[in-house]
């Protein structure tokens, strides 16, 4: 894909960083609520994920494309992890 640099405003990177540090902790009290059993395996799959994700913008030399990519990917995630939280309010 042949794209330009990509500036994204200070205010709104550090609304996302916020976003995620909250939704990192929601996750993390709804995982210490199930248990420990599946915790590991749960912690060694994001571990993994985000592996690749680093692999993935290390191959590519860490490009604006190869950003664009990672930033759109992690949308998707959080849109999902959204519904599934969306979803687990619902049930309690």
Do not use: P
């Not at 993390?28 to 571990?47: D, K, P």
């Amino acid at each position: 894909m042949n794209l330009g640099s990509v500036t994204w405003a200070r205010s709104k990177v550090e609304n996302v960083r916020l976003l995620l540090e909250r939704q990192l902790r929601e996750l993390e009290e709804c995982v210490m609520r199930s248990g420990t059993e599946g915790r590991r395996s749960r912690n060694a799959t994001i571990q993994k994920y985000f592996r690749k994700l680093r692999k993935f913008l290390k191959q590519k030399n860490f490009s604006h494309c190869s950003w664009e990519i990672i930033r759109a990917e992690t949308r998707a995630r959080l849109q999902q992890l959204f519904v599934i939280m969306a979803q687990v309010s619902r049930g309690n």
